[in-house]
């Protein structure tokens, strides 16, 4: 049996899967004691992706899973919306029955948004609450308004809450299918990436359904080109990671082809483009450059440009000619008048 990853050249062998489950099993076996067989302490068995490429983008893949990973003694924290004219209580009522009426049995407790906002403010019970639940899904009306009032440590442990949609018809099925599925968390920061599959609690051939599911899924959802997976590794919380799936080099050839065409076609087109310009010759733009004074005036044309002088006037003591010429008639006369008679 096997089947076909993206309908690429790359068969991914599901007997060579089942083989690794049950060696992987066997290993667990092995080292588990009398005190985690009491405890039923099962481990989480998950799924190493290795791309050939850093993604471009980062996103996260929701993935179906035919049986269930997580067991029933997990605990699931519901975040909820506050509802109007409500208390805390009487919202945490309201969902209650809202949860029993659709048959959901899942969660564990359900924390409106106002009780998180005011009781899980210090650090600590940010920590405890943490630590209290396996997983937390949340109303997707409020789900953009957790970041800040649940903290960084959520976020690296993993547990940031699942949106769900609480007003759907089929909240049952929509719940199971998030608590009971898993999701991958592509990031382009790295090439590698991890999805919990499986626990040890559960059959060989369970598990080597959910790890085709799985692959199945995160091939087709990937939004990359090509070839997209190089390697893929089953492990557990405490052994070492065991390959169940290796891509051919053949393809490489093919990236190599290509790599050299794109060189080629660069190198070519900054060639003609060094012609063209050795070519054409472009005319250079010569900056206008704006005088921070006015230019002076050459002395010669500033002669030409000054007022014609007007006659020079007498002194003050001096008198005009015609003045004169008035003054001296009239003693003239004078002195005629003042001659005697000569009898």
């Known amino acids: 049996n096997s089947f076909i990853i993206k309908t690429h050249i790359c068969i991914f062998h599901v007997c060579q899967v089942k083989k690794a489950v049950q060696a992987l ?36 893949i929701r993935i179906p ?11 699931v924290c519901l975040f909820t919306r506050d509802e109007p004219k409500m208390t805390s209580e009487q919202t945490q009522r309201f969902y209650k029955k809202l949860l029993e009426e659709r048959g959901v049995k899942n969660i564990s407790e359900i924390i409106p948004y106002n009780v998180l906002k005011t009781e899980y403010k210090p650090f600590e019970a940010k920590r405890r609450l943490l630590g209290n639940f396996d997983m937390f899904l949340s109303d997707d009306r409020v789900r953009r308004l957790l970041p800040s009032h649940l903290g960084k440590h959520f976020y690296e442990r993993k547990k940031e809450p699942l949106s769900v949609n609480l007003q759907s018809k089929h909240l049952a099925r929509d719940i199971e299918r998030v608590i009971q599925g898993t999701s991958v968390k592509v990031n382009n920061k790295g090439c590698c990436c991890m999805a919990r599959v ?9 598990v080597t359904e959910n790890i085709e599911a799985a692959v199945q899924t995160v091939v087709a959802k990937l939004r990359m080109k090509g070839p997209v ?8 919380q405490t052994s070492v990671a065991l390959p169940i799936y290796s891509s051919d080099l ?33 005319p250079q733009l010569v900056p206008i450059t ?20 007007k006659p020079a006037a007498g002194k003050k003591g001096k ?6 010429n008035k003054k001296t008639s009239k003693s003239d006369s004078k002195v005629k008048r003042k001659v005697p008679k000569v009898k």
């Open 229 to 236: 997976m190089k390697i893929i590794h089953i492990k557990s």
């Open 25 to 60: 099993q066997a290993f667990l076996k092995t080292k588990s004691t009398s005190e985690s067989l009491f405890l039923d302490d099962t481990q989480q068995i998950s799924l190493l992706f290795t791309l050939w490429k850093i993604p471009k983008v980062a996103q996260t």
């Open 319 to 324: 008198k005009s000619p015609s003045k004169l």
């Open 250 to 282: 053949s393809h490489l050839d093919l990236v190599w082809f290509q790599g050299k065409a794109k060189k080629m076609k660069t190198e070519d087109v900054k060639q003609t483009e060094k012609k063209v310009e050795e070519d054409e010759e472009v």
């Open 290 to 309: 704006t005088p921070s004074k006015k230019p002076k005036l050459e002395p010669s044309k500033k002669k030409q440009l000054e007022k014609a002088p």
């Open 198 to 206: 499986a626990h040890s609690g559960m059959t060989a051939d369970e």
């Open 65 to 75: 899973l035919p049986h269930g990973q997580r067991s029933d003694t997990d605990e």
